[in-house]
């Protein structure tokens, strides 16, 4: 039964006891009695659906726990294959997997973009046709692994005005 109609049933005796004239003490009482129990229901009803929620709620954050210390544990791991990485990764060799990343790709198939590596810090240099490929030649040296840092030199020419 829908919560909001409960406490209307449990008045419906007692307005028709009074609209019947006056009602008896017996009367009141069995109506007040009807009322009890209808609100002793209504909070035992609720009163489990808290229950519930609140099992759920504990089951949840347990959930969440064990995901927060998986995330932990992968971020020690991904710290400590960062270090690996770095201690194998020569500037020569940066170098050349930051060229080969962006001589491969697509969107920077027509735009000469230039590198340069400097204690594992990247250098883009060149002019590029927008920022959004600006940005995709950043990302790119941004994901090679060893690569510490990218500065980006890259340029978006202004485009030409016509003359008058």
């Known amino acids: 039964m829908a919560p909001r109609l409960r406490p209307l049933l449990i008045l419906l005796p007692l ?5 019947c004239g006056e009602p ?11 009322a009890l129990e209808g609100a002793n229901l209504e909070a035992d009803e609720a009163s489990a659906a808290l229950a519930q929620r609140e099992e759920e709620l504990a089951m949840a954050q347990s959930a969440r726990d ?3 210390e998986r995330l932990r544990e992968a ?5 400590e294959a960062r270090t690996q990485v770095g201690l194998h990764a020569t ?12 001589l491969e790709d697509a969107v920077l198939a027509d735009v000469a973009v230039s590198a340069k590596v400097e204690d594992g810090v990247v250098t883009l240099s060149g002019d590029v046709p927008s920022e959004a490929v ?8 941004e994901a090679v692994p060893g690569v510490a ?16």
């Open 75 to 79: 971020q020690r791991g991904l710290a």
């Open 149 to 164: 840092e990218v500065r980006s030199l890259l340029v978006v020419p202004e485009p030409a005005t016509a003359k008058p």
């Open 91 to 102: 500037d020569d060799l940066l170098f050349r997997k930051v060229q080969q990343a962006l």
């Open 66 to 68: 064990g995901a927060a």
């Open 134 to 141: 600006r940005s995709h030649a950043t990302v790119l040296a």
């Open 15 to 19: 307005v028709l006891l009074i609209g």
């Open 24 to 34: 008896t003490q017996e009367e009141l009482l069995e109506a007040a009695t009807e």
